[in-house]
């Protein structure tokens, strides 16, 4: 008599095997979050220190305003959307809008899920200016917030007068 096997799962073995998956990723899911938070973090920060000293050297070389400010689109600025994106430009006219013929110098983008980003300037602008003088960011001393909605831990990313950056970590936001 010749036997046929068939082969593939019983009911059984696939009923176990799909708890087994769906426990581990239960167990795994808020890691990856944090995880995705840590890095998001990262970026950042990174983003904006290198937008920063790019902003600083261009102001000295070019001899003219310099601005940081947020927009969505990345051709304008747009107060209070720092979670899309922020461009850096050559201010001509020094009006902090980005103008026909100024040049973009550069466009980031954030678009942020684990966090929110703000700016809280020492002359409640939302943006910074380098001047063209010096390359230093005179009346836009203050510092950018991250919060982050998943971790304990948010960050303060200051710039001094002289354009200088450092981070801290605020107990509140």
């Keep these: 008599m010749i036997s046929i096997q068939k082969k593939g799962f019983t009911l059984v073995e ?3 095997t799909l708890a087994v998956l769906a426990i581990m990723t239960s167990i795994a899911l808020p890691y990856f979050h ?3 938070a840590k890095q998001e973090i990262k970026n950042i920060t990174h983003k904006l220190i290198s937008s920063i000293q790019l902003a600083k050297s261009h102001a000295a070389i070019h001899h003219t305003n310099v601005v940081i400010c947020p927009s ?3 051709v304008n600025c747009q107060a209070s959307h720092w979670n899309s994106g922020f461009i850096v430009f050559l201010d001509v006219n020094k009006n902090r809008q980005v103008d026909t013929e100024e040049k973009i110098i550069d466009t980031q983008s954030t678009e942020l899920k684990y966090g929110n980003l703000d700016w809280r300037g ?4 939302p943006s910074l200016t380098f001047q063209a003088s010096n390359g230093l960011p005179n009346g836009s001393n203050g510092s ?3 919060c982050s909605t998943y971790q304990p831990t948010h960050y303060k990313i200051l710039l001094s007068r002289m354009g200088h950056t450092r981070i801290e970590n605020p107990l509140t936001c």
């Design 14 to 16: 696939l009923i176990v």
């Design 34 to 36: 944090e995880t995705m």
């Design 72 to 74: 969505q689109n990345k």
């Design 122 to 125: 020492t002359l409640s602008i």
């Design 144 to 146: 950018f917030y991250y």
